[in-house]
């Protein structure tokens, strides 16, 4: 009865590649948003969706391509995979707007060797 | 763009000690929260605190919209409170939260 689930967990790779997470949220948010954690620790927002239409796009490369087919779910595909692309990337909701609480997945660690 | 500071960038504490934990930031928002992330990643959601205080055991924290700060008081430590605590902003009338760059604690038994 997890809130907010992605998947996978951990994702390792060959630079080139493309890969895929997948997110589902069950709380009934409208807004869905991806942020990228860097070695840091610091948190950048990446893309917001509300009701399957994207609000925000944070200046991402064009190789990272979101998708919602439905409110519940929010999925990030890569392309091309980068050295620089690895990172911690969390998908989180919202029920409307940014007068909301968020709520956040566990992560996917991703590493791009 | 907003920016949001917090202070100190980290802190290490023996267990049973206080600790308050700033965040600054430049511009009127709608919105702040506060975030736990442990020592596995999870980013927990502390508080949810645009104006005014709240409490929830020992944790508890202050916002002062009009002066652009909010605090975040932990009292009687324990080592389970380490990790990063980041405060998040929302921009007024976007869908944008914005994270401080985070105060990494570590407390000792």
């Known amino acids: 009865d997890t809130a907010v689930s992605q998947t996978p967990k951990y994702l390792v790779t060959q630079m080139g590649n493309d890969k895929s997470i997948k997110c589902e949220q069950n709380?009934?948010?409208?807004?869905m948003y991806w942020y990228k954690q860097d070695s840091k620790k610091f948190l950048k927002i990446m893309f917001s969706?509300?009701?399957?239409?994207?609000?925000i796009n944070e200046t991402v490369p064009n190789r990272f391509s979101p998708k919602s087919p439905d409110k519940a779910h929010l999925n990030l595909h890569i392309n091309s995979l980068e050295l620089g692309d690895s990172a911690v990337y969390f998908c989180?909701?919202?029920?409307?707007?940014?007068?909301?609480?968020?709520?956040f997945g566990s992560g996917t660690q991703l590493s791009v060797l | 763009g907003i920016q949001v500071e917090q202070s100190p960038p980290d802190l290490i504490l023996q267990e049973g000690a206080n600790s308050t934990l700033r965040c600054n930031f430049s511009d009127s928002v709608n919105n702040l929260q506060w975030f736990h992330q442990n020592p596995w990643g999870q980013l927990i959601n502390l508080f949810y605190i645009p104006s005014g205080t709240k409490q929830n055991g020992r944790l508890s924290a202050t916002t002062v919209a009009t002066e652009r700060y909010s605090l975040l008081y932990i009292s009687s430590s324990q080592t389970t409170d380490s990790g990063v605590y980041f405060c998040a902003v929302g921009d007024s009338g976007t869908y944008k939260y914005i994270f401080g760059t985070g105060t990494r604690l570590k407390v000792l038994a």
């Open positions: 969706y509300n009701n399957k239409e994207l609000i």
């Open positions: 989180a909701s919202s029920p409307f707007n940014t007068n909301e609480k968020l709520f």
């Open positions: 709380l009934g948010h409208d807004t």
